[in-house]
């Protein structure tokens, strides 16, 4: 019997976990998101992460954390992913099709989730890179709303291309019909977008940390400065970034929460490393 018949009868082998991509949508040349289906048994809260990934060449589950980019309402996952140039696993990765199998561990964990805040009046999300997608989950969770009155997102990249994603999710939503159905036709002014580049000239730059001491976000978008007694954050970005942040929200009086002692803030890396 030839070789290839043989191999043509035999069952395609599922992963372990397997879900299956149903879309993928390349963004930039490092920048890519795709979806998959769901288990029927996964319950998460919006602003976690899981562990997905796809068979190594030796055989072994090669499975990288993933912040799930889809609210919890969602059938389908979504997840927004960088490009590195010959990163183990995404480097295989951005070829994925749909129809293709992934792995996905069922097992959500994460900081970033309203029960580790206390309750506020304004939500900031700050967020570098791929540091967005916990928060594209939450901004299309009508939980978020009901928390608070209004969320400001503040999104930095080094050029405009790289903040499209972003961008596209926030338009989208503002106009979304049953997000307005549900907070009336000013539900646009309840969503704040700031998004800024550090490298590429666009009309609005510069680093999330400066934009903040310096007062100009608050003063683009007529807010009063951060409180405590008001405002709550959550920050997702390289460690450099995180670290920075956390230090001039404490400066504004505010304080690192945990799921267990909910507080003002919550702090999660998107990534391991120095990023690139
Ligand atoms: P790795 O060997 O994992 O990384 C190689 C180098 O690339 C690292 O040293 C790091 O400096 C840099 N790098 C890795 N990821 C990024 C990134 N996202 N942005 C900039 N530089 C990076 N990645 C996503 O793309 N989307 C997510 O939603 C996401 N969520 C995460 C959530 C958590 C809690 C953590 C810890 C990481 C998350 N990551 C996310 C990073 C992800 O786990 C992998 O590191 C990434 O997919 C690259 O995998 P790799 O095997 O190709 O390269």
Redesign the pocket.
Known sequence: VPVADTAAAAPTKTLPDAQTVTSVTHWSESLFSFRVTRPASLRFRSGE?VMIGLMGDNGKPLL????I?SPNWDDELE????K?PN?????KLQHIQPGDEIILRPKPV?TLVHDALLPGKRMWFLAT??GL?PFASLMRDPETYERCEQVIMMHTCRTAEELTYGRELVENLRHDPLLGELYGEDFASRLLYYPTTTREESPFMGRITDNLTSGKVFADLNLPPMDPATDRAMICGSLAFNVDVKAVLEGFGLREGANSDPKEFVV?????????
């Open positions: 992460f990288r954390a993933y912040s980019a997840f927004y992913s960088i590195v990163g183990p696993l995404t480097s994460g890179g791929t997608a999660e890396k998107a990534f391991v490393g120095d990023g690139i």
